[in-house]
């Protein structure tokens, strides 16, 4: 059975985190091929955790280096 954008855009957030399976993982690629707007929120999540991890290594950097 073929998830809804619901179903789809929660794995793909536990996702994240490492808390989906194999089997989900194999689920939300089958509707990432059909769907553009969760394939667009995807690369949301990617852009949105690029971007804390650059933060937060900028943090540790600057209190590493006594700023």
Request: aromatic residues 2%.
């Amino acid at each position: 059975m073929l998830l809804t954008c619901k179903e789809a855009t929660q794995l793909m957030s536990n996702d994240m985190d490492q808390r989906t399976t194999l089997h989900e993982r194999n689920r939300i690629r089958l509707h990432l091929i059909t769907c553009s707007g969760c394939r667009n929120y995807r690369r949301d999540l990617q852009v949105l955790r690029r971007a804390c991890r650059s933060m937060v290594e900028r943090t540790l950097d600057g209190e590493a280096s006594g700023e």
